[in-house]
């Protein structure tokens, strides 16, 4: 799972909630028709506590027409399809195998398997085989050839941080390889040195500068509250894992004169905590001696072939033109980061950018205080660049009846090491899940859809197989794809089901949660969807299922898909409870010490979470690709824009463009009319479809199959063209407070609100391309030829 | 019709044959797997001669496949469906009358109808109300604020162009209105006085100099030869029409630094001769008095708003950010054009600049000779611009069987004028084609799939009523059209049927052809397809069927459907015999003098040309509309492509590209991919469907109607971001000979050819995109799943 090659925020783990943000959490003042949203909330930012989306109740006014859209009255239960094919869900969950599992996951994580290398190429070969071999109908593999990175093979030229003295003598140098706790696993080849994929070479030496998360608010404390009148450029940047993404805190550090950035696990962030459990080899959090590897590379996919395929002969920018980091960066683990913190002179700052080391002030610099004053830090990259292979391995069962319809469902298989959670606990999984569905395939079933498997390469490098492969084939996609499941970690924590959603395919995501049973003896005969509610503290009573499953995020391989392509998506995996043990994400996330007795012994002894996710996802799976309507509910989408234009009245944003001259006449109309059209077509079109008119029920499902695709702009977000989701696609400026409408937060974050004489008008555009896009979806949703007459203004 | 909004070559006339120009027409030595390319040809460049695509063998070598592809052979004839339906063509055809044809077209051409005014509001209303009479299921009217240009109210601010003696007298001045000729109907209000739309307003003065056609390669001869030495910055331009578009000379004339343009028809181009026949009002020629009015917007579509549509709300540009010609451009009659001609001083250019306009000789100036000498050209613009609204009159008759799959046949309605010819004679058609639909809807009868019908807006200011309407539903288009038909101009002649059409869907035009019988009566019981091969002079031994309808080009409201959208087009009109008549376009092209007398008395006594129109255009709509299958030939398709790829061979393109490092390999397996897909298609996979399973149908006629869309690159062509087909958009670049990828030719031509450090890298990755959109639209016709496992280079 990549956490941070996207520069956004929710864009996974902890985050995944933060649609229901802070800013929701209090109430909400919903001007126009809403009369009242109601939030409850609980505990601080670490949690993923959920929040109820209260009654909303809509006056549609100006074209008189009224319409409450009721509370938690869903129009029509997916699940009441009477579907000439028998309902092969319960057979299947009682088919999956925890024992399997188990036995796929030892087998996976023998060996690390990073991408690029030659284990890689035999993990997709391995997978290929077994697919077959389980009975799927074809498969293959599909590889690409796209920029990798590794740390160098040679020990002597390791990437490192050290210490010099006045005379250029190494006084502390940080670890250069892997320390294997003696775990003999971990002594085999492979497992890489400690580096950041894409950083740029280089040696460099310094004053340290300790920057907390180097978020930009950080990164402006630090210029001009803490170190007022300290020029930053040439300084070495020290900061902590967590907050924002790696490549952000990259992007971030650059732009404030950095030459070069170190980032450390700080014990705060990943609960080391002897109360909570013990580090790694004796429990499941961080020993002193873990470095969380990752990309941080800004983009997705190859950073050589933006926009298309990295097939061969494909044209690739140079290097240089790619916007690969400049500075050399390098992560080290917290043992290493306390020698070089504590030495740190200047100012200690606020208590917020304190962590747990040990003997560690947080003082910022710059520089060294005490005996260590005057000494220097240097940097050594040389981590080398090569184009490889990375292989997906793309799997295929025919549909009986719509074979040109696919259901996908996808997991990536590179890992930074073993990477016995990311992502081999998912990998593990989707084993089985074929397993099963083969056997019933060879016992004469076949599903109604196509179903596609995908074995991603690279994801860990920037989602890069998965991207590679939307790109190729979009067209194909985008005509035939009702949706995507993906899979990446499966487990990390054994205390919560942690679901998200494209907002109107939720249902099914929802139907399989009620349909499988909690694996924790405290939660027995309670289903996932319940004791997620209980676990989630939603106020029941007050529940809008619209809500209930988060959006989907942006940190694993569901991007491409959604954001590239406009295919819904679903995706989920089984943590701990964040609340008890509050850290950024799992402690070990992109250690070495990811391994099969990580899993078994601390994670998820029994594999009872394993089997559950495998219940859940096939669940989903055989839903999609069985019913003979989607079961879909078009009008959370709705609801979903609602909340989103809420939130632009609950914030400055509405004044900001009020105050501006713009209206937002256009994008209400807009809205209400999406509001009625998706409750026409949930209410009177699906219900009354003719069951015996499979022509009749393709037109149906097409609409909710396509509803996705028309919120992509075909021109590109502003700042973003390869990103086309009008409403989910994530703001680029690290200013916007949450995630709402990309484009029109950007362009109003991107005005110097002290500039009386801004230019509004990208804002203006942005406000009126969405209006656009949402009033183009609904024409998607009506019957055919149902354009009404509206005459312009002054007409 | 527009054929001077688009900067292209072969968009419509006598260029839309272009595609078989001169330099295909020499025999084709096709490289690589062709053995042999036969064409042959005929007369000069005003002529639209045929040439005959030879024998076409392919010998498909590398993955030991043989491969021929069949001379003459369709691999299925498009009128063997066995379809439940009746086919209510022959009945359709028979009930088409003349009569009322001719009476639609005197009640249509009563009065002016230029966009954006009250009468076209009328006309508008009128369309839509016959059609709800007619029996069209629904009709609305859509319309779009749009930024459209009307010459001056007031003649006293008349737009002119002078002759000013030294003391600053007007010695000679250009009309200032039109002259009716003695034509009570003109004299109606509403005939715009002579003006080019979208001209900047100014008042110039300065020397005045001939630049013929005003091409680039004119320019080029007059600068460097005519008149090296000469500063031609600040002069007046004069130019003839025709050679290329209008817009193309104004951006030629600015890049040139002409002050100001004056363009005028002369006699050569447009065939005025008494041995062909008369000046109108007496015969269908050019009289001294007639003006040549149209749009110089290089864009398509309103020019505020590009890539968007204009509705109420849009985000506007500036008109100073919309990239509208910055110079004065007047369009004057060739009376006022002799007078300032004849008038010029400076070398007697070579015989082809020279026209036909008596007692001048065609010096190039600069400035006046003689008494004459010293005076000055003044040109006074004072148009003004304004947002006005432009309607479309969108109709629907809803399908029985698939009533979301659309087939689609629209026509402008605004003229510049009364447009008797352009575009009136296609809307009196189109009428009648909707009364006998309509009748046939009385009598019980409903289309399998749904019809739309489009009476577009504001055409002639650069296709923005539908261009306007493709950008506002896009997604919607896009998944369900299966084709559009274009009427614009249906007769400009009696000779002739002009046809063009996509590649894949071009059987449907011929199918129409042959089931409806010329009407001239020297080609008695022909059928217009046999008499077309006959006035065409193709060669009938040695005919591939791929090539007998020229490709869709870019001058009328088709654009919006196969360049923005990626939907299949067929279009058509009767012209003309332009061996005998040779001139740039029909005489009296967008004058004042289109009137239902000239339609009648000269160019199609008895209205039999507009019947056997309207009866090819309902052939095609039932056929498309009704067929079980769509009656394409994917085949066609690939043998489109490998003609442009043959050009790339036949010029010095390959050669360039070879002589720079670059690969054709990619290019040439993505083609013979194409070419084995397609046969595979057409000869395997649409003969087995079974034609009672309603979804198998179904998904072969997704196949066939999403193969136009998989050639758009929804990243948009380099230097046109709103043009995204890879094969037939057309290359900006004028240097461009001929038709071919215009992405590749655009990025080649671009290249400064003696330049030895030239940056090739934008030709390596045009070729690249082209080799992956050929490659990734064989994914779209492929059997679900069929991804073939082909290992990259060096695996």
Same mark, same amino acid.
């Given at each position: 799972?990549?956490? $941070?090659?996207?520069?956004?925020?929710?864009?996974?783990?902890?985050?995944?909630?933060?649609?229901?943000?802070?800013?929701?959490?209090?109430?909400?003042?919903?001007?126009?028709?809403?009369?009242?949203?109601?939030?409850?909330?609980?505990?601080?930012?670490?949690?993923? =506590?959920?929040?109820?989306?209260?009654?909303?109740?809509?006056? +549609?006014?100006?074209?008189?027409?009224?319409? +409450?859209?009721?509370?938690?009255?869903?129009?029509?239960?997916?699940?009441?399809?009477?579907?000439?094919?028998?309902?092969?869900?319960?057979?299947?969950?009682? &088919?999956?195998?925890?024992?399997?599992?188990?036995?796929?996951?030892?087998?996976?994580?023998?060996?690390?398997?990073?991408?690029?290398?030659?284990?890689?190429?035999?993990?997709?070969?391995? +997978?290929?085989?077994?697919?077959?071999?389980?009975?799927?109908?074809?498969?293959?593999?599909?590889?690409?050839?796209?920029?990798?990175?590794?740390?160098?093979?040679?020990?002597?030229?390791?990437?490192?941080?050290?210490?010099?003295?006045?005379?250029?003598?190494?006084?502390?140098?940080? &670890?250069?390889?892997?320390?294997?706790?003696?775990?003999?696993?971990?002594?085999?080849?492979?497992?890489?040195?400690?580096?950041?994929?894409?950083?740029?070479?280089?040696?460099?030496?310094?004053? =340290?500068?300790?920057?907390?998360?180097?978020?930009?608010?950080?990164?402006?404390?630090?210029?001009?509250?803490?170190?007022?009148?300290?020029?930053?450029?040439?300084?070495?940047?020290?900061?902590?894992?967590?907050?924002?993404?790696?490549?952000?805190?990259?992007?971030?550090?650059?732009?404030?004169?950095?030459?070069?950035?170190?980032?450390?696990?700080?014990?705060?962030?990943?609960?080391?905590?002897?109360?909570?459990?013990?580090?790694?080899?004796?429990?499941?959090?961080?020993?002193?001696?873990?470095?969380?590897?990752?990309?941080?590379?800004?983009?997705?996919?190859?950073?050589? $072939?933006? @926009?298309?395929?990295?097939?061969?002969?494909?044209?690739?920018?140079?290097?240089?033109?790619?916007?690969?980091?400049?500075?050399?960066?390098?992560?080290?683990?917290?043992?290493?980061?306390?020698?070089?913190?504590? *030495?740190?002179?200047?100012?200690?700052?606020?208590?917020?950018?304190?962590?747990?080391?040990?003997?560690?002030?947080?003082?910022?610099?710059?520089?060294?205080?005490?005996?260590?004053?005057?000494?220097?830090? *240097?940097?050594?990259?040389?981590?080398?660049?090569?184009?490889?292979?990375?292989?997906?391995?793309?799997?295929?069962?025919?549909?009986?009846?719509?074979?040109?319809?696919?259901?996908?469902?996808?997991?990536? *298989?590179?890992?930074?090491?073993?990477?016995?959670?990311?992502? $081999?606990?998912?990998?593990?999984?989707?084993?089985?899940?074929?397993?099963?569905?083969?056997?019933?395939?060879?016992?004469?079933?076949?599903?109604?859809?196509?179903?596609?498997?995908?074995?991603?390469?690279?994801?860990?490098?920037?989602?890069?197989?998965?991207?590679?492969?939307?790109?190729?084939?979009?067209?194909?996609?985008?005509?035939?794809?009702?949706?995507?499941?993906?899979?990446?970690?499966?487990?990390?924590?054994?205390?919560?089901?942690?679901?998200?959603?494209?907002?109107?395919?939720?249902?099914?995501?929802?139907?399989?949660?009620?349909?499988?049973?909690?694996?924790?003896?405290?939660?027995? @005969?309670?289903?996932?969807?319940?004791?997620?509610?209980?676990?989630?503290?939603?106020?029941?009573?007050?529940?809008?299922?619209?809500?209930?499953?988060?959006?989907?995020?942006?940190?694993?391989?569901?991007?491409?898909?959604? !954001? @590239?392509?406009?295919?819904?998506?679903?995706?989920?995996?089984?943590?701990?409870?964040?609340?008890? !043990?509050?850290?950024?994400?799992?402690?070990?996330?992109?250690?070495?010490?990811?391994?099969?007795? /990580?899993?078994?012994?601390?994670?998820?002894?029994?594999?009872?979470?394993?089997?559950?996710?495998?219940?859940?996802?096939?669940?989903?799976?055989?839903?999609?690709?069985?019913?003979?309507?989607?079961?879909?509910?078009?009008?959370?989408?709705?609801?979903?824009?609602?909340?989103?234009?809420?939130?632009?009245?609950?914030?400055?944003?509405?004044?900001? /463009?009020?105050?501006?001259?713009?209206?937002?006449?256009?994008?209400?109309?807009?809205?209400?009319?999406?509001?009625?059209?998706?409750?026409?077509?949930?209410?009177?079109?699906?219900?009354?479809?003719?069951?015996?008119?499979?022509?009749?029920? *393709?037109?149906?499902?097409?609409?909710?199959?396509?509803?996705?695709?028309?919120?992509?702009?075909?021109?590109?977000?502003?700042?973003?063209?390869?990103?086309?989701?009008?409403?989910?696609?994530?703001?680029?400026?690290?200013?916007?407070?949450?995630?709402?409408?990309?484009?029109?937060?950007?362009?109003?974050?991107? +005005?110097?609100?002290?500039?009386?004489? &801004?230019?509004?008008?990208?804002?203006?555009?942005? /406000?009126?391309?969405?209006?656009?896009?949402?009033?183009?979806?609904?024409?998607?949703?009506?019957?055919?030829?149902?354009?009404?007459?509206?005459?312009?203004?002054?007409?």
């Amino acid at each position: 799972m990549q956490t $941070t090659s996207v520069t956004r925020t929710g864009d996974c783990g902890h985050l995944i909630f933060s649609f229901l943000d802070s800013s929701f959490r209090s109430r909400v003042h919903a001007s126009m028709h809403f009369t009242k949203m109601t939030s409850n909330s609980k505990k601080g930012r670490h949690s993923y =506590l959920m929040v109820v989306a209260g009654a909303l109740l809509c006056m +549609i006014v100006g074209l008189g027409v009224g319409l +409450i859209i009721g509370f938690l009255v869903d129009p029509k239960d997916p699940g009441d399809n009477p579907t000439p094919r028998l309902d092969k869900r319960a057979e299947y969950r009682e &088919a999956v195998k925890a024992s399997n599992i188990r036995e796929n996951l030892r087998e996976l994580t023998q060996k690390p398997h990073v991408a690029g290398t030659e284990a890689d190429l035999e993990t997709a070969q391995a +997978i290929k085989s077994k697919w077959l071999e389980n009975g799927i109908d074809e498969a293959y593999l599909v590889p690409y050839r796209v920029l990798l990175q590794y740390p160098p093979d040679d020990e002597s030229a390791a990437n490192r941080a050290q210490i010099l003295d006045n005379g250029g003598n190494v006084v502390f140098e940080t &670890a250069l390889k892997s320390d294997p706790l003696g775990e003999d696993i971990l002594t085999q080849d492979g497992i890489p040195a400690p580096f950041c994929a894409y950083s740029a070479s280089g040696d460099v030496t310094g004053e =340290l500068v300790y920057c907390n998360y180097c978020t930009l608010d950080d990164l402006e404390y630090l210029s001009n509250t803490l170190l007022p009148g300290v020029n930053l450029t040439g300084k070495i940047f020290i900061s902590r894992f967590g907050g924002t993404g790696r490549s952000t805190k990259v992007v971030n550090a650059q732009s404030y004169g950095a030459s070069a950035l170190l980032i450390y696990s700080d014990p705060a962030d990943y609960s080391v905590n002897a109360s909570l459990g013990l580090p790694y080899p004796n429990g499941p959090f961080l020993p002193p001696t873990a470095v969380q590897r990752g990309s941080i590379f800004v983009g997705v996919g190859d950073p050589l $072939t933006p @926009g298309y395929p990295s097939t061969d002969g494909a044209f690739r920018l140079d290097e240089s033109d790619a916007g690969l980091p400049t500075i050399p960066v390098h992560p080290i683990n917290y043992g290493d980061a306390a020698n070089l913190l504590r *030495r740190l002179t200047g100012p200690r700052p606020p208590l917020d950018w304190q962590g747990n080391l040990e003997g560690v002030n947080y003082e910022v610099g710059p520089g060294f205080k005490g005996v260590d004053s005057g000494r220097q830090v *240097r940097v050594v990259v040389n981590s080398y660049s090569e184009q490889r292979l990375a292989y997906n391995v793309i799997g295929f069962i025919h549909g009986e009846i719509e074979p040109d319809r696919y259901v996908i469902i996808g997991n990536h *298989r590179d890992a930074w090491g073993l990477g016995a959670v990311d992502p $081999t606990s998912g990998t593990a999984c989707l084993l089985e899940i074929t397993r099963v569905i083969g056997d019933m395939k060879k016992n004469g079933w076949r599903p109604r859809r196509s179903i596609v498997f995908g074995s991603w390469g690279a994801e860990e490098y920037g989602l890069i197989g998965s991207v590679e492969w939307t790109e190729e084939y979009y067209h194909l996609l985008g005509s035939r794809s009702v949706a995507y499941l993906n899979l990446d970690i499966a487990v990390a924590g054994n205390y919560i089901f942690r679901p998200s959603a494209s907002p109107h395919i939720s249902p099914v995501m929802i139907e399989a949660m009620k349909n499988v049973l909690d694996p924790a003896p405290s939660y027995e @005969g309670q289903s996932i969807y319940d004791s997620f509610l209980n676990k989630s503290d939603y106020n029941k009573d007050n529940l809008d299922e619209s809500f209930i499953i988060p959006r989907i995020g942006a940190g694993s391989d569901y991007y491409g898909f959604v !954001y @590239g392509v406009g295919v819904s998506c679903l995706s989920g995996y089984f943590f701990y409870d964040a609340d008890t !043990y509050p850290t950024s994400f799992y402690s070990l996330y992109h250690t070495q010490y990811e391994t099969f007795r /990580l899993m078994e012994e601390f994670i998820d002894p029994g594999f009872v979470s394993h089997r559950a996710v495998s219940q859940i996802f096939g669940d989903m799976l055989l839903n999609l690709a069985d019913s003979q309507v989607i079961p879909a509910n078009v009008i959370h989408y709705s609801n979903y824009l609602f909340l989103y234009y809420s939130r632009l009245n609950v914030t400055s944003y509405r004044d900001k /463009l009020v105050d501006h001259g713009l209206s937002m006449t256009y994008l209400e109309r807009a809205l209400l009319e999406f509001m009625r059209t998706t409750d026409t077509f949930q209410r009177e079109i699906v219900p009354s479809v003719d069951k015996n008119d499979p022509l009749a029920v *393709r037109a149906i499902n097409d609409r909710i199959m396509l509803l996705e695709r028309a919120f992509l702009d075909r021109n590109g977000l502003p700042g973003q063209p390869t990103e086309r989701h009008t409403i989910f696609a994530y703001p680029k400026n690290q200013k916007a407070p949450y995630n709402t409408f990309p484009g029109l937060v950007d362009a109003i974050e991107n +005005i110097d609100e002290n500039d009386p004489d &801004a230019d509004w008008s990208e804002v203006e555009k942005q /406000l009126s391309i969405l209006s656009y896009i949402i009033h183009s979806a609904s024409s998607t949703l009506k019957r055919e030829g149902a354009w009404t007459e509206v005459m312009p203004n002054g007409v």
